[in-house]
């Protein structure tokens, strides 16, 4: 199993700047990539941003250039940092991880960031 909490969300003003943490635990070993998603009230959760094991990053096209996906190995943890921040940006943040040989999903529990314009 793995298990993903969240932190670093809240309110910022347009143009602003957040940093969110996704801490893995469990079989860390065998995630084989931890994405960020979203949903804002009333829309589909959708995708944002990828990181692979292998350090392969992927961005959707409404965050290139703004959000920035890492990882800290050593801490077990994924960061997202998002720049220059709107108010569509608004949405409750979750970090997803695939694992394991069957590809297994887990969610974390997901950390809300509001943007002020």
């Known amino acids: 199993q793995v298990q993903l909490v969240e932190s670093g969300g809240g309110l910022v003003q347009s143009g602003g700047s957040l940093r969110l943490s996704c801490q893995a635990s469990?079989?860390?070993?065998?995630?084989?990539?931890t994405n960020w998603y979203r949903q804002a009230p009333g829309k589909e959760r959708v995708l944002v941003a990828s990181i692979r094991n292998d350090g392969t990053t992927n961005y959707e096209d409404f965050v290139k250039g703004r959000f920035t996906i890492s990882r800290d190995n050593t801490k077990k943890t994924v960061y997202l940092q998002m720049n220059s921040l709107r108010a569509e940006d608004t949405a409750v943040y979750y970090c997803q991880a695939r694992w394991g040989p069957k590809n297994f999903v887990s969610w974390g529990q997901g950390t809300q960031v509001t943007v002020s314009s």
């Open positions: 469990g079989n860390t070993f065998s995630i084989r990539s």
